[in-house]
């Protein structure tokens, strides 16, 4: 007897009928709709990691900003490093370990600063807090050209900074450009007349120009605005003293909060050497440092 499931035949090939096909049809868009599901929500869970990353980054930044101030160095380094960790573009961050690394002053720090400057630019070229540190960098290696050309750029791409103008003034006076620095400087105390830095290194151009008077008064001015534990303060009185004598020097106070001795005098601020000064490092300013 022929066993009939070895029968030629006995196992037709089933032809799709409608019915099937549709089915079949039903079947891959469910499959199609499940992927694209598994899709979304793996994009969704990329968006919340990277939310929670960027808001980590952010806090972590200000965290590094507040060390900075308060003069932990250490923790501050801690924070923006552990920020570019989670954010690899986060340029501020950068900008805050270039500063940081200006501040210890020797050639490791130097070397350190440029090349936190130099990923920076690469990252975002058109920030300008990285040529206004650049310029910093040239101003402490003692190049005062490239560090002139460097906050120049960086005054054009933030015209309205008061950190950037103050910086640039400094290097103009430095530069021996009198004219040039006191239009700059004038135009940052014009949006920021409580500018202590800013009003020094006016007060500067006045004093290198002759202008005994407004020098005086100038001085006097930063002494009221700059603060008590600033160490320029000294400094600054005793070439006070020198413009205006004795009496005018123990009237100081009145000194600093009179009118300015001409009309067209704006508000200026002092601060400790006999050159011009740029800004303090700040991580999240773009403050220079002293020279």
Do not use: C
Request: proline share 5%.
């Amino acid at each position: 007897m022929i066993d009939r499931t070895h029968v030629h035949g006995a196992h037709p090939t089933p032809r799709a009928t409608g019915r099937a096909r549709a089915l079949r049809t039903a079947a891959l868009a469910a499959l199609a709709l499940l992927v694209a599901a598994r899709a979304l929500a793996t994009d969704a869970d990329d968006e919340v990691r990277k939310l929670a990353a960027f808001r980590e980054s952010a806090s972590l930044f200000d965290s590094a900003a507040a060390a900075a101030r308060r003069g932990d160095a250490d923790a501050a380094h801690r924070a923006f490093a552990r920020a570019i960790e989670l954010d690899p573009t986060f340029v501020e961050a950068m900008v805050g370990l270039a500063r940081l690394a200006l501040e210890d002053g020797d050639a490791a720090g130097l070397d350190e600063a440029r090349a936190w400057l130099e990923r920076a630019a690469r990252a975002r070229p058109d920030y300008p807090k990285v040529p206004a540190t650049q310029a910093l960098l040239a101003a402490r290696e003692g190049d005062t050209a490239r560090a002139l050309d460097a906050i120049e750029r960086a005054h054009r791409l933030a015209p309205d900074d008061g950190e950037i103008a103050t910086n640039h003034g400094a290097l103009l006076i430095e530069r021996g450009r009198l004219a040039d620095a006191r239009k700059v400087l004038e135009g940052a105390l014009r949006r920021a007349p409580d500018d202590a830095l800013a009003t020094y290194n006016l007060a500067l151009v006045d004093d290198l120009e002759g202008r005994v008077d407004r020098a005086a008064w100038g001085y006097g001015r930063f002494l009221t605005l700059s603060s008590q534990a600033d160490p320029a303060r000294a400094e600054v009185r005793a070439r006070m003293q020198l413009l205006l004598g004795e009496v005018a020097a123990d009237a100081a106070p009145a000194v600093s909060s009179a009118a300015p001795p001409s009309a067209d005098d704006v508000a200026q601020t002092p601060d400790s050497e006999n050159g011009s000064r740029a800004g303090a490092p700040s991580p999240e300013s773009e403050g220079g440092t002293r020279r």
